[in-house]
């Protein structure tokens, strides 16, 4: 990297399926100034074979080990190719979900905060109560609660499990912000805040 060239800021939003995350990260890439690739879940599903798939969307629950080696080479490449972009003086804004819901804990998110490490990256927690999560779901895909009237098991998983170990740089609620109003208060925190320091605090977690 250009010695003289400042590394592109990273703000990644982690938050479960249907949170939100999708439309914070589209006023971000619109709005906020400078250039900002847009680099998560879906950029990466779209790029993966369908014999790989659900690829990194894989939920929660260790039903697929077979595919658990090939998600972790997959988030580390991504997070490789993030710090490629920031290196070059490129905004990026990652839109993610992760979990250790897996056969076997992979500790990708340790792993993309040792990638990450000293560079300008905020963790950003994009909550969402599960009703609306329900909600969402349910205008989108046209599914909903179980015939029992129960929250399917993989959402609640989700719910569980997305935001542990639960620590950021700054959190917002999508269930009373609007995308503007959270991507806002994440211009605020970026861009007029203390540096970014959760990710070196979770790269020492054992």
């Known amino acids: ?10 703000i990644i939003l982690n938050g ?22 847009n680099i998560g879940v879906d950029r990466i599903m779209d790029m993966t074979p369908e014999r790989f798939q659900p690829s990194i ?19 580390v490449a991504m997070y490789n190719s993030i710090l490629a972009f920031s290196r070059e003086g490129l905004n990026v804004i990652v839109d993610v979900g992760h979990h250790e819901g897996y056969s076997v804990k992979l500790k990708i998110l340790q792993q ?6 000293g560079m300008p990256a905020w963790l950003i927690g994009v909550r969402c109560p599960i009703e609306t999560v329900m909600k969402r ?15 399917p098991t993989p959402v609640a998983l989700w719910q569980k499990l997305v935001h542990e170990p639960g620590i950021y740089d700054l959190e ?35």
């Open 137 to 151: 779901r349910i205008e989108s895909w046209k599914i909903g609660y179980t015939s029992e009237g129960e929250v």
């Open 112 to 117: 993309a905060a040792h990638i990450l490490s």
């Open 57 to 75: 969307g894989l939920r929660p629950g260790g039903e697929r080990p077979d595919l658990e080696p090939f998600i972790q080479k997959v988030y």
């Open 1 to 10: 990297m250009d010695q003289t060239r400042l590394p592109g800021k990273i």
């Open 16 to 37: 479960t399926p249907r949170s939100g995350k999708s439309s914070i990260a589209s006023v971000i890439q619109n709005n906020f100034e400078g250039v900002w690739m």
């Open 172 to 206: 917002v609620d999508t269930s009373i912000l609007t995308s503007e109003e959270c991507a806002e208060q994440i211009r605020e925190r970026v861009y007029r805040g203390s540096k970014p320091k959760v990710l070196q605090n979770i790269q020492n977690l054992t």
